[in-house]
């Protein structure tokens, strides 16, 4: 398996811009998280998904980001519009039921 | 609330010493503790979990874990530390509450081996 598969790795957009990150979560898993990295705040976790079906969303920090997962093996963060302050590494990760969660090598967004 | 706690941003060992990384956890019920690996520029790697059972987990790379309940502790252990164990460590519990399934992070511990 080719494990969690993310994309763009890099993303560097002006302030204002629409962004979409992208993430192929492993085939047979039903749980798909997005988190966020950052020095100052850890690992945040954005928004989960269980079966296609947005379940928790509390972490997602503004009306300026959404998810989507319009079915098993896809699955997209926007962010629109973008702020320099949303600079960070997101990843995204996956598991089946409770076993441990497989990451994707992240994305790095940054915005001037 | 339930969170996980790393009192270490750092540590330092010398190739060949014991290292450990400790954490604690704060949880409702039982606990699914997990600890994962980050090297630069890539996601975290699952290394080891505590789920029920024996108290003293073993995971990859010699990495091994001591579940303590009374202290709520999950530190992470190896008996001889190498110079590519340099990363930084993230413990982690998995949270069941109110129908949500999810994994909180604690803040990271740097590991720094020295030849």
């Known amino acids: 398996d080719a494990g969690v598969i993310q994309s763009p790795r890099h993303e560097v957009t002006e302030m204002g811009q629409e962004v979409t990150l992208r993430c192929k979560p492993i085939s047979g898993h039903d749980y798909l998280f997005w988190y966020r990295q950052t020095m100052m705040r850890g690992l945040e976790l954005l928004i989960y998904?269980?079966?296609?079906?947005?379940?928790?969303d509390s972490g997602m920090p503004e009306d300026r980001f959404s998810a989507k997962m319009p079915n098993a093996s896809f699955s997209t963060l926007k962010i629109q519009p973008s702020e320099p302050r949303d600079s960070a590494v997101y990843f995204c990760a996956s598991s089946e039921g409770y076993s441990p969660l497989h990451f994707g090598n992240g994305t790095r967004l940054t915005v001037t | 609330a339930q969170s996980v706690a790393q009192p270490e941003d750092q540590v330092n060992v010398a190739e060949g010493n014991p290292l450990t990384v400790k954490c604690t956890y704060s949880v409702s019920g039982n606990p699914y503790l997990f600890w994962y690996v980050q090297y630069p520029n890539r996601g975290l790697q699952f290394l080891l979990k505590y789920i029920t059972g024996d108290n003293l987990v073993k995971g990859s790379y010699g990495f091994e874990a001591e579940f303590n309940k009374s202290q709520t502790s999950f530190h992470l252990k190896k008996p001889s530390a190498l110079v590519s164990d340099s990363a930084l460590y993230f413990c982690a519990v998995r949270v069941f509450s109110g129908g949500y399934n999810k994994l909180i992070f604690g803040a990271g511990t740097r590991l720094a081996v020295h030849p």
């Open positions: 998904f269980n079966n296609n079906v947005p379940i928790d």
